[in-house]
């Protein structure tokens, strides 16, 4: 199971760009990346997955190089309520062989007015 | 339509006594799963169901935890002769899938806080 490494905070203003970069050395082939939100008192929620390359949607953009062993979750223009938790997530929530949660504890982002 | 969720949201338990968390996960989802989150953590798993079979206890802290979907809808965790560490939010996630691959979306309820006095 990927074990993955998130800086534990970052801060950032309103209106500007944010790159919160995951690093997962031992991803395995078949393993795609995934991002989830938490806003307090709430429960994780699904922002974006990829496999390689570039995968964007309406909220964010995920970049993966072609090695694959980091990726980077880009917001765009982040406001006030994109302050949370983000959790960087490598192969499927759940692994059958860990029986493990690989969440991690993720990065804080607080953005300032 | 709707999505997970889970009752109560907030439980104060006195040390000893047991408790009930309850999980509607969404409709037709095959795969059910209950986390803990300790204050400032991220989730750690406790179990995991596909329909009504519990495939994986593995993360259950110990006996006293216990959890089942008899109907492989609804699902309740429950834990026996609380403690003061079982303090923690208890997050109900749901599936789609019947096997786990790295493309299978959870879904999350909002979590019960639970507080042991």
């Known amino acids: 199971l990927a074990k993955t490494t998130q800086p534990i905070s970052m801060d950032s203003y309103e209106g500007q760009e944010v790159n919160i970069t995951c690093s997962h050395n031992n991803i395995a082939t078949n393993d795609y990346i995934t991002w989830y939100q938490q806003f307090p008192s709430q429960g994780p929620r699904f922002i974006i997955q990829g496999y390689k390359t570039k995968v964007t949607n309406e909220v964010a953009s995920l970049f993966i190089p072609a090695d694959r062993k980091s990726s980077t979750l880009s917001l765009p223009r982040v406001s006030l309520s994109d302050t949370a938790v983000y959790y960087c997530l490598v192969g499927a929530s759940y692994n059958t062989n860990a029986g493990k949660s690989t969440f991690g504890d993720g990065t804080t982002l607080t953005v300032k007015p | 339509g709707a999505g997970v969720s889970q009752s109560p949201r907030y439980k104060v338990a006195k040390r000893g006594q047991d408790v009930a968390l309850r999980c509607d996960p969404i409709s037709g989802h095959v795969s059910l799963f209950w986390y803990q989150q300790a204050l400032g953590q991220g989730p750690e798993f406790l179990t995991y169901?596909?329909?009504?079979?519990?495939?994986?206890k593995s993360g259950l802290p110990s006996d006293r935890f216990f959890a089942e979907r008899p109907e492989g809808s609804v699902s309740t965790l429950k834990i026996q002769r609380t403690q003061q560490e079982d303090s923690a939010v208890y997050l109900c996630?749901?599936?789609?899938?019947?096997?786990?691959?790295?493309?299978?979306?959870?879904?999350f309820g909002p979590g019960t806080r639970l507080t042991v006095l």
């Open positions: 169901f596909q329909n009504e079979a519990q495939l994986d």
């Open positions: 996630a749901s599936s789609l899938g019947r096997q786990i691959t790295s493309t299978d979306t959870q879904y």
